[in-house]
C-alpha cells in the first residue's frame, strides 16, 4: 500500500522554527517529485515548495522563500521541510504529495499520492 505520512506538526510561538516530516512507505521517492502544501482554516489548499528526489529541482512559493527550506533523504524515504521564523499566518494543516512525474510543480492537480496532514499552529 501506497502511503505518505507527515509528522512534526505542533503549536509554536512567533518567531520559532519547526520541521515537518513526509515519509513514503510502500514506493521509494526515487523518480517522484514531492511537494508540500498547506491549508489554513476557510482557505484553499495553497503550494508551498516542491523537490525533485534527486534533489536538483527546488521550488518555493513566495510566501516560502528565506523563510523555508525542503530536503530530502533517500535513504530514510523522507522529505522534510524546515520552517523558520514562523508566523501566525503560517497556521495550517500541512499536507505532503508525490508527483510520479518526477518535477515538482506548484500544481495540486500534478500530484498523484496524498498524506493525511500534519497541523502546525503559531500562536503566542
Known amino acids: 500500500q501506497l502511503r505518505l505520512v507527515e509528522s512534526g506538526g505542533g503549536l509554536v510561538q512567533p518567531g520559532d522554527s519547526l520541521t515537518v516530516s513526509c515519509t513514503a512507505s510502500g514506493f521509494t521517492l526515487n523518480y517522484y517529485a514531492i511537494g508540500w502544501f498547506r491549508q489554513a482554516p476557510g482557505k484553499k489548499r495553497e503550494w508551498v515548495a516542491g523537490i525533485r528526489s534527486s534533489g536538483d529541482s527546488i521550488l518555493y512559493a513566495d510566501s516560502a522563500k528565506d523563510r523555508f527550506i525542503i530536503s530530502i533523504d533517500r535513504a530514510k524515504n523522507t522529505v522534510y521541510l524546515q520552517m523558520d521564523t514562523l508566523k501566525s499566518e503560517d497556521t495550517a494543516v500541512y499536507f505532503c504529495?508525490?508527483?510520479?512525474?518526477?518535477?515538482?510543480?506548484?500544481?495540486?492537480?500534478?500530484?498523484?499520492?496524498w498524506g493525511q496532514g500534519t497541523q502546525v499552529t503559531v500562536s503566542s
Open positions: 504529495a508525490a508527483n510520479e512525474g518526477g518535477w515538482p510543480s506548484p500544481s495540486e492537480y500534478e500530484y498523484d499520492y
